[in-house]
């Protein structure tokens, strides 16, 4: 970035994961500074501000946002809160980065998008995998026809949800979905990306069925594009083991690379091309970067310099519009 000017973010949501990943990457971003933080006890937003050296420590969403030292917010908070929390900073002329999933359900995420438009803020979804430089390579080949016609495109992600923190996983009306919302959401982004193409028709197998109450467990989705290649996402919370694994196949070759969500690491991909019997293998190791960094680094470029947003909230509507539809079991037709 070229800009001397800072934008000033108040974090709002400051959990473990605000505390364990999403500050020490915000403070490692070009022109960002981290003013503000949001708790819903008084008492923990002080100490959490005190322990790290945070100016300002609010109980309330809608005093953080009504500051003037705030410029913009990372919404960091359980699923259910990002569209209110999103209306309120866009209330006071905050612009917004949300975590994904964007919102409970479509008409949420229209809300968001409207009341930033409306509010002449910038709102961008924290869809991280797209900053990741082996995401971005794959992209490049499949643009490039080295694959030939993409014919299939799967993304499996798996971890023990026993392991995690946030106790309303499983509860439909805070978390909106379970892995679908949490995991597959990963997964249904980054095979749009790769593919830059959008879904047509959607079939999922949830099980258990989900409940007014309480989310899967695991998720089936199959997706059809509109360009024709047959999409898979696998996702789970039923797994001892985390994995996440990525599949392209093509006309003339397939891609396989693991690990493929995470930042601060050392990971890979496989392309064969070529035929059976005369195969040509080529591996090829990336270091990627912290990814909230990433994303946090070019949100605030584009609010600071006027760029485009990699993940703006018509993305992340286009995403909710599938686990809208695979949490309803599909949908056929056109994605609308």
Not at 65 to 80: L, T
Not at 98 to 109: F, H, T
Not at 308 to 316: A, I, M, Q, T
């Amino acid at each position: 970035m070229t800009s001397s000017r800072r934008l000033r973010y108040g974090i709002i949501g400051f959990g473990e994961f605000a505390e364990r990943a999403v500050l020490p990457a915000m403070r490692a971003a070009d022109n960002v500074e981290v003013v503000a933080l949001q708790k819903r006890s008084a008492a923990e937003a002080a100490e959490k501000a005190r322990a790290h050296n945070i100016r300002l420590a609010f109980s309330s969403v809608e005093e953080l946002v009504a500051h003037p030292e705030v410029d913009a917010v990372f919404i960091v908070s359980a699923n259910a809160a990002h569209c209110p929390e999103t209306l309120a900073a866009a209330k006071e002329g905050k612009h917004v980065l949300v975590e994904k999933p964007m919102a409970l359900n479509v008409r949420e995420a229209g809300q968001m998008i409207e009341a930033c438009r409306n509010a002449g803020v910038r709102l961008m979804v924290g869809h991280l995998v797209r900053f990741s430089p082996m995401i971005r390579h794959i992209r490049d080949l499949v643009r490039s026809g080295a694959l030939g016609s993409i014919t299939h495109a799967r993304a499996d992600f798996v971890y023990d949800a026993r392991t995690s923190r946030r106790r309303w996983l499983h509860k439909r009306a805070i978390a909106g979905g379970g892995p679908v919302f949490d995991i597959g959401v990963h997964c249904l982004d980054t095979l749009r990306f790769l593919l830059d193409d959008e879904v047509a028709s959607v079939l999922s197998v949830l099980t258990p069925s989900p409940t007014p109450e309480a989310t899967e467990e695991s998720a089936l989705i199959g997706l059809r594009f509109s360009r024709g290649t047959i999409g898979a996402v696998f996702c789970s919370y039923a797994s001892s083991v985390r994995d996440k694994q990525l599949e392209i196949i093509g006309t003339q070759g397939l891609i396989k690379a693991g690990d493929f969500s995470s930042g601060g690491h050392d990971t890979g991909m496989t392309m064969t091309l070529g035929t059976d019997a005369h195969p040509e293998t080529i591996v090829k190791t990336f270091s990627i970067p912290n990814l909230v960094t990433a994303e946090v680094q070019h949100f605030t470029a584009a609010v600071l310099e006027g760029g485009e947003l990699e993940s703006p909230g018509e993305n992340g509507l286009a995403n909710q519009r599938v686990l809208d539809a695979a949490m309803a079991g599909g949908m056929q037709g056109g994605s609308e």
